[in-house]
């Protein structure tokens, strides 16, 4: 509200243009796989958040992940993942980083890993990526 090159941006020809990426599957189905800006580049490859995160879920010692993008001097960006650990489970950070070098494509595998408690989150259920990039 009240921004104009923001709204210009937004609303191009008729057409209101959100960020947000899908993919439409045989049956016309659309599927949300992500938002452009929070796309991570990495040595020229996209690496969409949502698909690393989903990867690292599936990991027993991980209850919630949530991936953000740091810039690197040799790869544009590289991904930093922040685990929230299942309770009464002991994850080592090398052994999961590790696991999902094996796990996933070399350039989707982050390179940095924290453990924090909780990830920070709107009412909805949605994580502030953006209040990660201050951890």
């Not at 189905?29 to 020229?44: A, P, Q």
């Not at 690496?47 to 990991?59: D, G, Q, R, T």
Request: proline share 6%; aromatic share 8%; glycine share 8%.
């Amino acid at each position: 509200w009240n921004k104009p090159e923001a709204t210009a941006q937004t609303l191009r020809n008729g057409w209101v243009h959100t960020g947000d990426m899908g993919k439409l599957d045989a049956d016309g189905y659309l599927t949300f796989t992500g938002r452009f800006k929070e796309m991570i580049k990495v040595s020229g490859y996209s690496v969409f958040p949502e698909e690393v995160e989903a990867i690292l879920c599936k990991h027993p010692a991980v209850a919630q992940a949530a991936v953000i993008g740091v810039p690197d001097a040799d790869k544009g960006e590289v991904v930093r993942a922040f685990i929230v650990k299942k309770p009464g489970q002991d994850a080592d950070a090398a052994a999961l980083l590790q696991w999902a070098r094996e796990n996933m494509a070399p350039y989707k595998a982050p390179r940095e890993l924290r453990f924090i408690d909780a990830l920070p989150s709107t009412g909805a259920g949605k994580v502030l990526r953006r209040m990660l990039k201050d951890e």
